[in-house]
């Protein structure tokens, strides 16, 4: 009988990772892989490992173990005193296997790094787990899995990475939602029990892969905050439970399908890295870490750094599939005029495709439209100094055409079973080579022969029977070929971008911005659903990465009519685009859009590149924004979605500025005042502006002229 502490689990050494302002501890011990005993705010550089050791010892309940265990180390299995949800579940063919306790056998560490080897010879296993924390204070986890045995072994669940919460971090975050309607963020209070999160759609329209985690009192701006996202772009798994003593384990990983991972003798699994930050700053704390290590260590940019995002005009709600190359030209022309930097022709280009029921997937372009080709539209794009960017969807195609006619055996389906199709699509099988290879030939030529210089990149519809010519799951492996053919084409074209688009939200995570410089975060382009879906998505995401569309009015989706300056302040804040006809616009919204387009270009620097900035929720109105990372630039958001509830609107705080120093506040042009009865102080704001400092800014707060429903104000503070 050993008690904690004692015999095979003594602490034999203490773990460390520090980043700016968090910590990581972790207690090795003589049998088991580490324990994890601690992640929260930056301890004491002189911390004593044997008092965290003697705390850290727990007396043993009733009915308990005789032989004490911790209750969360860096990756759990089955059969080891622990009925928490494992992070392992695999097995042999022979049913043998399926409990696995792993001992350390080499510990690792570096600045910032921690490398744990875990074998278990009796199953046969082996793991490596990296983890890393740096000044961004984000934890990164890299997990391999590795067959040690002689017998092939077939693997239900394993993690990318587990972690600790205390006990009073029970109230969560969860990205529920669904197509137009994604990162609709829903609160979850977990007292006993566990919460699971599955995405088995192979896109996360309703499941993001994330989750945000709090006490009762956290707040956006206070409060601890914890956040955990999975860097993969097929199905997930996300759970939470309350261990036995009240604290919570929290771990992400990919979901797999039946036989989807049987490993060979020899062979290794690499999970799909996690990530992970906390914060003393509340959810905002957590999504400027998170947006921090995008930047650095996930966004590739060609070159080597990114250039000011251009603002694109994207076709499909100018036109949808009514194209003409003439007319497509002059559009081009008017767009120039606008500011736009950089005009994409969406759909409807290629063989067939006049609707969405046939041609997807024959990539050639449609001679009654374009009849030498698509490089007279790409030169006349250039010749105004704009970039040319073309729509694809190579995963799908649809069942009339002719790259199912003559490939039929490509299509990811069972056989012997009807064809289940979406959208009137199937999706073809990207994890053959010949498949990977005729798509990458395709369109690599068309790059260089049209002068592309950026793919929207479309996957519009779910997985649903996704086998292989041999009858296997092949959910994985199709997400894996992507990254490997995206990566591709970039190494081919270095200066080529890649939008990640999928119907909006459905690839908008960390592992397809790994590879790709843009998202699309919904097909919602109606700017007060884009107001809640942006707010949520940049707890993530930066905001230069996802493409925000000032789209026509009333919306295509919803109907609703709003003004141009509301679309426009929304849509600002992110990558600027342009989602109409600009030859259709009337003189003086084309003569205000041509002045949002400008305002967006003076600010995107700070934009692009700041802190985000939000404010605590309230009922009616949302307020968000950036400063510059010395906050001596301040940029504001204030989005009136629905009447106050009191009869006047509560003064604006503004988080982030520096509370002692002064700044000159403006409502920049192009933005005139409304309002009933306007103070000489608001009437102020859009000329000279008001000097306030960053106290009064943040905490005692100040007013503006009424808004409507519907409305908004960008506010600009520069530090004087």
Known sequence: MERAGSGASSPTRLLRLDGTATTLLLIARRTGLPEIAYWGIRLPQTLDAEAVFALRAPDTPNNGPDNWRPLITVLDTI??????????????????????????????????????????????????????????????????????????????????????????????????????????????SLTQGGLVIESRRNRSHDHYPAILAGTSSTSQNSGMAYAAHLGWSGSHRIAAERMEDGRLRLSVGEYLYPGEVILAPGETLTAPPAYATCSSEGYAGCARAFQAYARGSIIRWPGGRMKPRPVLLNSWEGNYFDLDERRLMREADAAAELGVERFVLDDGW?????????????WFAALAIFPNGLRP?????????????????PEMANPNSDLYRQHPDWALHVRGRPMLTSRQQIVIDIGRKDVSDYLFAAISKQVTDWRIDYIKWDFNRDLIEAADAQGRAAYRKQVLALYALWDRLHEAHPELEIESCASGGGRADWGALAHTQRIWLSDNTSAPSRLRIQNAGWHFVPPEVTGCHISHSPNWMDGLSTTLDYRAAIAIFGHLGVELDPLTLPADESRRLKAWIALHKRLRLVLHSG????????????????????ASTGIYLVAQENWPPSRLPAPVRLPGLARERLYRITVPAPQTIGGHRPSDAQQKLFGDGLVLSGAMMSDIGFYLPALQPQSALVLECHAI
């Not at 063919?93 to 560490?109: H, I, R, V």
Request: proline share 4%; aromatic share 10%; net charge negative.
């Open 611 to 630: 802190n985000a900035q939000f404010a605590d929720d309230e009922p009616a109105r949302i307020i968000r924004g950036v400063t510059s990372r010395d």
């Open 377 to 393: 539209l790409s030169d006349h794009v250039h010749a105004h100094g704009m970039q040319f960017g073309l729509w694809y969807e």
């Open 79 to 188: 059969g080891q005193w622990n009925f928490d949800l494992p992070g392992l579940l695999a097995d042999r063919p022979d049913g043998t296997g399926w409990t696995a306790d792993f001992q350390t056998k080499s510990l690792e560490t570096s600045p910032g790094a921690l490398t744990v080897h875990g074998l278990d010879e009796i199953s046969g296993l082996e793991v490596e787990i990296i983890i890393t924390l740096g000044l961004e204070d984000v934890l990164c986890t890299r997990q391999t899995l590795t067959n040690r045995g002689t017998t092939p072994l077939n693997v239900q669940r394993f993690i990318s990475g587990n972690y600790l919460l205390p006990e009073n971090a029970g109230e969560f975050r969860v990205a529920h939602g669904s197509w137009a309607r994604e990162f609709d963020f829903q609160p979850v």
């Open 350 to 362: 290629f063989g067939s495709r006049r609707d969405d029921t046939k041609g997807l997937g024959d």
